[in-house]
């Protein structure tokens, strides 16, 4: 059958070139290694450029069986030329072809030696582009959750983060996280792109930390964001204040960001608990107090953290009284 393949992918006409692509995507691993090594890759991203829908979704799916598993193969897709044309087929009008060939950029990114290749490409931009289109179909959503991946795998290389970050897609993904259900994946997956690249890139977290609504929208998302999101948009607020808590700990504090703090610092993920922890304490203000009266305010803070570490949720009473007690500092 792998001698079949073969003859047909290289030699076939249309007809026989889907047959054998579809075939080539039932094959055990062991079999789809075996073709690799004669070659096909050529011939199937040569059915790329085909103007038969059948023909490049065949092909697609018969990349994308090979590339699971194999960076060999991963690098090989992308030698061969895959990459213009997987760009090209983002717009084309088939929503299968679109999905599919976002699949094919999500899983090439994943391989470290094909990143550069990428970015250099011009894929970024188009994948922010597709971020920017709008549309509230699942199949949609799918595909959005698989460009932000795609742009996840691209910051794992620190050469990229400038490129990324002068594409738009910063401005792109708070938009995204606005209009969007703050609990749901889709949510979680750009706020945690975002902090991903705000922590790799000053020029990320200052335009991050200077967009009009940018904190609100990460306040809402302690709120009412999935764990994973909250982690998230509390990472990047840290962040931000760390960056220069003079200029905005009362941006932060004036978007409400105190009973989701609290909160969080209670029944948040373990990584969200710490940070919200340290948010609080830098969004205290202490500087026209006595240094009595600091120890008294330090010794409350301390107070409550051993309360919170004792695993209980704080009752609405509680979390009056130490918003209070931080408006109080704050004053």
Known sequence: MVKEIVENLWNGDSEAQIQAAMKLSR??????????ESGVMVPLVSMLHSENCETIEAALYALLSL??????????????GALPILLNLLHCESQTMVQLSIAAMLTLSSCKSNKVAIASSGAIQFLVEFINSSS???????????????????????????????????????????????LSPLVEKAV???????????GGLCEVANTSGAIRIMVETIEDGSSLGKEHAVGILLLICRSCREKYRVLILTEGVMPGLLQLSVDGTRRAKSMARELLLLLRDCSSYSSRQKQINRELVEQIMEEIDAG????????????????????
Request: aromatic share 2%.
């Open 136 to 182: 509230s179909s699942s199949t949609h959503t799918e595909s959005q959750l698989d460009v932000i991946a795609t742009l996840h795998n691209l910051t794992t290389c620190q050469e990229i983060i400038p490129l990324v970050v002068s594409s738009g897609v910063i401005l792109s993904l708070l938009e995204l996280t606005h209009n969007s259900v703050k």
């Open 67 to 80: 590339s699971f598993g194999s960076e060999r193969n991963k690098i090989q897709i992308v030698r061969y």
């Open 192 to 202: 945690g792109l975002l902090e991903n690249i705000v922590s790799s890139s000053e």
């Open 27 to 36: 094959l055990c691993n062991k079999q789809k290694h075996n073709l690799a």
């Open 312 to 331: 209980e949720k704080l009752a609405d009473t509680t979390l009056r009284l130490v918003e209070e007690m931080i408006a109080k500092l704050n004053t």
